[in-house]
């Protein structure tokens, strides 16, 4: 302890607050501060112009305030560590998930804005001014309610100006700020360094330097103008995530915010004073530096610096204000001091600012950072400046936050690889930043885009998710048998094989018309006409066999028995009714269909012995690859996947449903699917729905005019991996995707600046035309297994199936594996 705190007595009487009221801090002094804590942008995510419209936002709010006003911003950064929630009802994947982030360092950030009106006479104080060396007195002018209640509105006003600029007002209450019995307050958390709710109270030794508890601190500070760099901005290049087509920006005091990796608070007091009275005794000085001119060459420079400093002052209407800036960094071992001094001096130096470390004065320092006590802080620590240059030192970005929606899906924070929980589906929507699901996946081959949509498909089923998936690439299978789902594929031992006809119950309107359509498919050309009678015929032909299924439950729904009902009783019917051959042609019709009846070429195809209701099953999988170019199969199998999600759209109700399109879209977009494309981006939204289609050539959606004009504008989520390799041609991309600078600059620094020592890939996901943020896709040794589309590697997988293993012991096992060896 100092000898200012012999005692906990004497720490009572020295301490600066005297009451909180209303969340309100009462200073000894008089002092009336309002507290928030603010919510900003997310890191990466803005812009140059962003930067430069908050930062208008913020200059315009301050000048707002009253004379005589401090706003002293306090950003905390703690080293906090991954916390994993292992439940019970977690899947093995899920499960898996977690266990690979367990106790993953990341720097947690809070964000909190100190409002204090002080008396006028407190502008000059000094370090020598404090509370720790002088005693109570309470200026009379703060015992004025007209006062108090001008300052209030100002704050008021304030608040609205930066809310309606995207930043998070919440009002801290007397319990945020003293505690309760069982959870500490802001001004406890400050004194001992600790922002848990159980952090305990600790000594303070300012004998040398300080030292709290047992965290020995360091602070370094901007107090002078000397110390900062000619000019000062809001943003700042960032270099490794630029390009030779872009500029990537981050705020001008990114360095000393999450990039600096250490536990430390970032402090910024801007003083408003009585701008008249400071313009007017700069006016004096400039006066008296010009009588004294002729005496030394340096009063003729500092003349002119006031000189300057006036003209801008009154031309352009500029607030003077006062600044500092400081930045509070700690550790709890001595040898680690030195490394924290030059990790924060370097941090500063990258600012373009001078390092200064404060170590007789850091007490006061530390002292006037309480909440509540700027006003104490001392003048000498300030400079004069505008208030356009002030709040370029504002700190105006976090880190990721979760999303406040049950629904989403897990990604990474880019900066430290820590999980964040994701919704692009329901919350986006919600707040108006996308109209519909839909959404649409582009990146090269080996991007990661597989292990991406693997793990949103996942999630997406364990969060009841029915899904619906054509591949080309065998890109599911071992997350279709993990799930229990359904998996179609063609192989000459086992061809791919259905049953259309097999309903629970009787057939619908829009099942009996997909049926109908089956037939007429079947037997008539692209281009051949159906005839009324034609029409009329096959739908008597359905609905005559499901009333005979009903009558006689021994008989099984299949192509077969339809095709047997169709040679006698539906046959003995058309001449019961006297229906002529030229109007409809059974003959026909029987000799075209009867490749698909028992012993045909074709008769595996639509009389398959399971008895599945595709309609209930969750996980679909039709890989289509082997018969992607078969003129039977493929409209076949097409058109029972159409059928099979619009039983699921129509259906459904209250279920969300998605249906992910692979590379299998180029085989679909026929001009008979086209229509059907069209109608599925526009509808599905409305059966809480989403379709995604992806793809990795860059030449089909700047070739095909259904990907144009279909997909990428009804798709109001995009998401994007690594295009670096079609950088040359990206303005192309660019304008069919509608991407703004911004979403560029974002887009091609994807892998630019990955963590050494970690596999990972990251993804751009853009909202809207507002919302665009660029995460990490790291997975679990399990989820790799699962996931993985190397033929090699997923074959020792099913190799581990086949001798008996289950699906989950087989992917543990070659997880396991993998980390043994490293």
Same mark, same amino acid.
């Given at each position: +302890?100092?000898?200012?705190?012999?005692?906990?007595?004497?720490?009572?009487?020295?301490?600066?607050?005297?009451?909180?009221?209303?969340? $309100?801090?009462?200073?000894?002094?008089?002092?009336?501060?309002?507290?928030?804590?603010?919510?900003?942008?997310?890191?990466?995510?803005?812009?140059?112009?962003?930067?430069?419209?908050?930062?208008?936002?913020?200059?315009?709010?301050?000048?707002?305030?009253?004379?005589?006003?401090?706003?002293?911003?306090?950003?905390?950064?703690?080293?906090?560590?991954?916390? &994993?929630?292992?439940?019970?009802?977690?899947?093995?994947?899920?499960?898996?998930?977690?266990?690979?982030?367990?106790?993953?360092?990341?720097?947690?950030?809070?964000?909190?804005?100190?409002?204090?009106?002080?008396?006028?006479?407190? #502008?000059?104080?000094?370090?020598?001014?404090?509370?720790?060396?002088?005693?109570?007195?309470?200026?009379?002018?703060?015992?004025?309610?007209?006062?108090?209640?001008?300052?209030?509105?100002?704050?008021?006003?304030?608040?609205?100006?930066?809310?309606?600029?995207?930043?998070?007002?919440?009002?801290?209450?007397?319990?945020?700020?003293?505690?309760?019995?069982?959870?500490?307050?802001?001004?406890?958390?400050?004194?001992?360094?600790?922002?848990?709710?159980?952090?305990?109270?600790?000594?303070?030794?300012?004998?040398?330097?300080?030292?709290?508890?047992?965290?020995?601190?360091?602070?370094?500070?901007?107090?002078?103008?000397?110390?900062?760099?000619?000019?000062?901005? @809001?943003?700042?290049?960032?270099?490794?995530?630029?390009?030779?087509?872009?500029?990537?920006?981050?705020?001008?005091?990114?360095?000393?915010?999450?990039?600096?990796?250490?536990?430390?608070?970032?402090?910024?007091?801007?003083?408003?004073?009585?701008?008249?009275?400071?313009?007017?005794?700069?006016?004096?000085?400039?006066?008296? *530096?010009?009588?004294?001119?002729?005496?030394?060459?340096?009063?003729?420079?500092?003349?002119?610096?006031?000189?300057?400093? *006036?003209?801008?002052?009154?031309?352009?209407?500029?607030?003077? =204000?006062?600044?500092?800036?400081?930045?509070?960094?700690?550790?709890?071992?001595?040898?680690?001091?030195?490394?924290?001094?030059?990790?924060?001096?370097?941090?500063?130096?990258?600012?373009? $600012?001078?390092?200064?470390?404060?170590?007789?004065?850091?007490?006061?320092?530390?002292?006037?950072?309480?909440?509540?006590?700027?006003?104490?802080?001392?003048?000498?620590?300030?400079?004069?400046?505008?208030?356009?240059?002030?709040? $370029?030192?504002?700190?105006?970005?976090?880190?990721?936050?979760?999303?406040?929606?049950?629904?989403?899906?897990?990604?990474?924070?880019?900066?430290?690889?820590?999980?964040?929980?994701?919704?692009?589906?329901?919350?986006?929507?919600?707040?108006?930043?996308?109209?519909?699901?839909?959404?649409?996946?582009?990146?090269?081959?080996?991007?990661?885009?597989? %292990?991406?949509?693997?793990?949103? =498909?996942?999630?997406?089923?364990?969060?009841?998710?029915?899904?619906?998936?054509?591949?080309?690439?065998?890109?599911?299978?071992?997350?279709?048998?993990?799930?229990?789902?359904?998996?179609?594929?063609?192989?000459?031992?086992?061809?791919?094989? %259905?049953?259309?006809?097999? =309903?629970?119950?009787?057939?619908?309107?829009?099942?009996?018309?997909?049926?109908?359509?089956?037939?007429? +498919?079947?037997?008539?050309?692209?281009?051949?006409?159906?005839?009324?009678?034609?029409?009329?015929?096959?739908?008597?032909?359905?609905?005559?066999?499901?009333?005979?299924?009903?009558?006689?439950?021994?008989?099984?729904?299949?192509?077969?028995? %339809?095709?047997?009902?169709?040679?006698?009783?539906?046959?003995?019917?058309?001449?019961?009714?006297?229906?002529?051959?030229?109007?409809?042609?059974?003959?026909?019709?029987?000799?075209?269909?009867?490749?698909?009846?028992?012993?045909? #070429?074709?008769?595996?195809?639509?009389?398959?012995?399971?008895?599945?209701?595709?309609?209930?099953?969750?996980?679909?999988?039709?890989?289509?690859?082997?018969?992607?170019?078969?003129?039977?199969? %493929?409209?076949?199998?097409?058109?029972?996947?159409?059928?099979?999600?619009?039983?699921?759209?129509?259906?459904?109700?209250?279920?969300?449903?998605?249906?992910?399109?692979?590379?299998?879209?180029?085989?679909?977009?026929?001009?008979? +699917?086209?229509?059907?494309?069209?109608?599925?981006?526009?509808?599905?939204?409305?059966?809480?729905?989403?379709?995604?289609?992806?793809?990795?050539?860059?030449?089909?959606?700047?070739?095909?005019?259904?990907?144009?004009?279909?997909?990428? @504008?009804?798709?109001?989520?995009?998401?994007?991996?690594?295009?670096?390799?079609?950088?040359?041609?990206?303005?192309?991309?660019?304008?069919?995707?509608?991407?703004?600078?911004?979403?560029?600059?974002?887009?091609?620094?994807?892998?630019?600046?990955?963590? &050494?020592?970690?596999?990972?890939?990251?993804?751009?996901?853009?909202?809207?035309?507002?919302?665009?943020?660029?995460?990490?896709?790291?997975?679990?040794?399990?989820?790799?297994?699962?996931?993985? @589309?190397?033929?090699?590697?997923?074959?020792?997988?099913?190799?581990?199936?086949?001798?008996? +293993?289950?699906?989950?012991?087989?992917?543990?096992?070659?997880?396991?594996?993998?980390?043994?060896?490293?």
């Amino acid at each position: +302890m100092s000898q200012l705190l012999q005692s906990a007595a004497t720490l009572e009487e020295k301490q600066p607050i005297y009451q909180v009221e209303q969340g $309100c801090l009462i200073s000894k002094n008089g002092d009336v501060t309002v507290a928030f804590r603010l919510e900003l942008p997310e890191i990466y995510t803005l812009a140059q112009h962003d930067y430069e419209a908050r930062h208008s936002a913020v200059v315009k709010a301050v000048r707002l305030l009253l004379n005589h006003t401090v706003l002293h911003k306090q950003d905390w950064f703690v080293e906090d560590k991954y916390t &994993p929630s292992f439940e019970e009802e977690r899947s093995l994947l899920s499960h898996a998930y977690e266990r690979n982030f367990y106790e993953r360092p990341f720097l947690h950030h809070s964000c909190y804005l100190f409002i204090t009106k002080t008396a006028s006479s407190r #502008e000059n104080w000094t370090s020598l001014s404090t509370l720790l060396s002088r005693p109570r007195i309470v200026p009379k002018e703060m015992m004025n309610e007209d006062l108090l209640s001008a300052f209030f509105n100002s704050v008021g006003q304030f608040v609205r100006v930066l809310s309606d600029a995207g930043i998070g007002f919440s009002q801290l209450t007397d319990e945020d700020l003293c505690g309760t019995e069982v959870k500490t307050g802001l001004l406890e958390k400050y004194l001992s360094l600790n922002l848990s709710d159980t952090a305990p109270m600790t000594d303070l030794d300012f004998t040398q330097g300080l030292k709290v508890g047992s965290k020995l601190c360091q602070c370094f500070s901007l107090g002078n103008l000397d110390d900062l760099p000619a000019a000062l901005t @809001t943003s700042a290049r960032h270099g490794n995530l630029s390009t030779d087509y872009t500029n990537f920006f981050v705020g001008f005091t990114a360095p000393v915010g999450l990039s600096l990796n250490c536990n430390h608070i970032y402090n910024q007091y801007l003083f408003v004073d009585d701008p008249a009275k400071t313009l007017k005794s700069f006016e004096k000085k400039r006066d008296n *530096l010009n009588a004294l001119a002729l005496y030394s060459r340096q009063n003729a420079i500092n003349k002119e610096f006031y000189d300057r400093y *006036l003209n801008e002052a009154h031309s352009e209407q500029k607030l003077p =204000v006062r600044a500092h800036a400081n930045v509070f960094a700690w550790t709890e071992r001595e040898a680690d001091v030195k490394e924290l001094r030059e990790q924060t001096g370097s941090a500063i130096t990258q600012m373009g $600012c001078k390092v200064r470390q404060n170590t007789v004065d850091i007490g006061a320092l530390f002292w006037a950072g309480i909440p509540g006590n700027a006003g104490d802080f001392p003048s000498e620590e300030t400079f004069y400046t505008f208030a356009e240059q002030a709040c $370029c030192l504002w700190s105006m970005e976090t880190n990721y936050r979760d999303s406040s929606s049950p629904f989403g899906i897990k990604l990474s924070d880019r900066l430290t690889g820590k999980p964040v929980h994701v919704d692009i589906s329901d919350e986006p929507r919600q707040k108006g930043i996308i109209a519909n699901r839909n959404k649409f996946v582009l990146g090269g081959s080996g991007s990661g885009k597989s %292990f991406f949509t693997n793990g949103m =498909v996942r999630q997406y089923h364990e969060q009841g998710s029915h899904v619906l998936i054509v591949d080309t690439g065998n890109s599911y299978k071992g997350l279709c048998t993990l799930r229990k789902g359904v998996y179609f594929t063609y192989e000459e031992k086992q061809p791919i094989s %259905f049953n259309p006809f097999f =309903v629970v119950g009787s057939p619908d309107v829009e099942k009996r018309l997909s049926l109908h359509n089956l037939l007429v +498919m079947l037997w008539k050309r692209e281009n051949e006409a159906v005839s009324q009678a034609e029409y009329v015929s096959i739908s008597t032909a359905l609905t005559h066999y499901y009333q005979h299924l009903a009558a006689d439950s021994s008989i099984r729904a299949s192509f077969n028995t %339809f095709y047997e009902f169709l040679q006698g009783p539906f046959t003995a019917y058309l001449a019961t009714e006297k229906v002529r051959e030229q109007d409809f042609d059974m003959h026909n019709f029987l000799y075209v269909l009867k490749p698909y009846y028992r012993g045909g #070429e074709y008769d595996y195809l639509l009389n398959s012995e399971k008895q599945l209701d595709l309609t209930r099953e969750s996980f679909i999988v039709f890989e289509i690859d082997n018969i992607k170019d078969h003129p039977i199969l %493929f409209p076949v199998v097409t058109l029972v996947i159409m059928d099979t999600f619009l039983q699921k759209m129509r259906q459904l109700k209250g279920v969300r449903k998605m249906i992910l399109i692979e590379e299998a879209w180029k085989a679909i977009a026929t001009p008979a +699917m086209a229509e059907y494309l069209k109608y599925l981006f526009k509808t599905v939204r409305k059966f809480q729905g989403e379709a995604v289609v992806v793809t990795q050539e860059v030449k089909d959606i700047l070739d095909n005019p259904v990907v144009k004009d279909t997909i990428i @504008t009804q798709s109001d989520c995009m998401i994007l991996l690594d295009l670096r390799k079609f950088m040359g041609r990206f303005n192309e991309i660019q304008e069919v995707l509608a991407l703004s600078e911004k979403q560029k600059a974002l887009v091609l620094s994807i892998n630019q600046d990955r963590r &050494p020592g970690v596999r990972y890939n990251e993804v751009y996901i853009g909202l809207g035309t507002t919302v665009a943020t660029v995460y990490g896709v790291e997975v679990s040794a399990e989820e790799y297994v699962t996931y993985t @589309t190397e033929e090699a590697e997923k074959k020792v997988l099913f190799d581990k199936i086949e001798v008996g +293993m289950s699906i989950e012991t087989a992917i543990q096992a070659y997880a396991r594996e993998l980390r043994e060896a490293g």
